[in-house]
């Protein structure tokens, strides 16, 4: 539970007043031992200032106070705290927007430069939330050049890990594989780093936001702490800000000049901003991941990916040309991504598309022939000479149903020879239904039969449910199937599975 709020009076405001200026490092209780002696000396005139604070804070108790959490954090500092923070994500958002769309206006939205930002840390310090670097990365991108270039370096903090190697370890194996202080690689001299970082960003008196992904905010902004404490480092503060609402807002604005549909919210960019679709590409990690196969985590091989990612996304909406190596990756095969439309192709004609095992192709509709795997129909054009049907189909149900045999409606065969003589006579009977769109709704044409086969069937799709009625329940199954007929002795009678009654 949170302690309870003691009621102060003059003497304990007093004795705290003493032990702030005198007694910083003796314990309250002898605090109020000494602070007593001197109490018992003073005149009411001298008292009067600490009793009057003591009812003040008397007044404000019994107004209410602030209410504390379990832990005894107050709950009005930690709204504020969150009001503080929403205000500061609020600024950050109209900081990306206002210098995305003034590029825009400018006309300069492929041109202006963004630099994007990661890093590597060996472990985290509780005290402080500090994180000790490993490595670090920086990159300039436009929409125009793509990755254009790129500073990298590892870094050697220079002191061991007392308390956390075990964390330090576990986090550099199964992330960046790289070895821990003191044997770790890279420069030692962090204020050169620091302004290394800064001469590839300008030397300007203002220096552009770097770009990182939301939830690494922290680690960045720790880790540059970490390398500007450097005595030898510029004193210069660098701004961090989310990659992903850029990503977000940058693809409005090119959807917006490309005349092309907006994305709904945040959320669609996000997802596919998380999505890192090269994520295991090679050739783009520096040549230590490369040798340990640790590539993904490599932070030169995370910010080139981004750039990817943005070009990916982006380009085509403003037709943007694609640089290998600066767009996507080099080894990327640009013809199978962009292919030029055909000469002789015009927009009045109807294209359809017909999808192969391994490629698509387009052709014209008119007298055209359109081939389903191993079936083929011919579609013909409104000028064609050829009979077409008519428009003019029947009411539903009001189909012409297919005469029965004499003689065999309302018996049930019980030889063989019986069911075999009225499924031929069925089949034998020249009979044309009317046309009934519900007949034919497949529209992949039924396969040919071969010449040599043992039993020639003119599928008549038109066939209703009506006159099924007057069939042994023999014939039903995934389509009307031939009886069983053995070859070799077709006089057998004998039940068994697989057999007819």
């Not at 314990?27 to 600490?50: Q, V």
Request: hydrophobic share 30%.
């Amino acid at each position: 539970m949170a302690p309870k709020k003691q009621c102060t009076n003059g003497f304990m405001v007093f004795t705290f007043e003493w032990k702030a200026k005198y007694g910083k490092q003796i314990s309250l209780r002898d605090a109020t031992a000494e602070a007593g002696k001197i109490w018992a000396n003073m005149n009411m005139e001298e008292r009067s200032p600490y009793n009057e604070k003591a009812k003040e804070e008397k007044v404000k108790m019994r107004k209410g106070g602030d209410k504390l959490t379990c832990v005894g954090t107050s709950i009005s500092q930690m709204d504020r705290q969150k009001l503080e923070l929403e205000q500061k994500e609020k600024q950050i958002k109209r900081i990306i927007e206002q210098t995305v769309r003034n590029s825009e206006k400018d006309g300069e939205l492929e041109h202006k430069a963004y630099y994007f930002i990661t890093v590597n840390y060996f472990t985290k310090i509780l005290k402080g939330n500090v994180y000790i670097p490993a490595e670090l990365s920086v990159c300039e991108y436009s929409l125009k050049q793509g990755v254009s270039r790129i500073f990298h370096t590892l870094i050697n903090p220079g002191t061991n890990v007392y308390g956390h190697q075990y964390e330090a370890q576990y986090h550099s194996e199964t992330t960046h594989n790289l070895p821990l202080p003191p044997k770790a690689l890279g420069d030692e001299n962090l204020g050169t780093i620091y302004n290394e970082v800064l001469r590839f960003l300008g030397d300007t008196d203002e220096y552009p936001p770097l770009y990182t992904a939301r939830e690494n905010i922290h680690i960045v902004v720790s880790v540059l702490d970490f390398l500007k404490s450097d005595i030898r480092a510029s004193n210069k503060t660098l701004n961090i800000y989310p990659i992903q609402y850029l990503f977000y807002v940058m693809k409005e604005s090119t959807c917006e000049q490309g005349e092309l549909e907006k994305p709904k919210s945040f959320h669609i960019t996000d997802a596919y901003f998380e999505r890192d679709y090269f994520e295991y590409q090679s050739g783009i990690a520096c040549q230590f991941h490369e040798d340990k196969d640790k590539s993904k985590y490599c932070t030169q091989s995370i910010i080139t990916r981004w750039g990817y990612m943005f070009s990916d996304y982006m380009c085509r909406d403003i037709a943007i040309p694609l640089i290998l190596g600066r767009h996507v990756p080099q080894n990327t095969n640009l013809e199978a991504i962009i292919t030029p439309a055909r000469a002789n192709c015009s927009e009045t004609n109807s294209l359809v598309s017909l999808a192969t095992s391994s490629n698509y192709s387009y052709k014209v509709v008119a007298d055209s022939k359109l081939c389903y795997d191993d079936n083929e129909t011919t579609v013909s054009s409104s000028n064609d000479t050829k009979t077409s049907y008519k428009n003019d189909f029947p009411a539903l149900g009001s189909r012409k149903k297919i005469p029965t045999p004499a003689g065999q409606r309302s018996r049930s065969s019980s030889s063989r020879r019986d069911y075999e003589e009225e499924y031929y006579a069925v089949l034998s009977e020249d009979v044309t239904p009317e046309l009934n769109p519900w007949a034919t709704r497949s529209l992949r044409p039924e396969s040919p039969q071969l010449a040599d086969s043992c039993f020639i069937v003119n599928s008549n799709r038109s066939r209703d449910q009506d006159n099924d009625a007057d069939r042994p329940i023999y014939i039903f199954g995934r389509g009307r199937q031939l009886p069983n007929i053995n070859e070799f002795n077709a006089n057998t009678t004998a039940r068994g599975p697989g057999r007819l009654p």
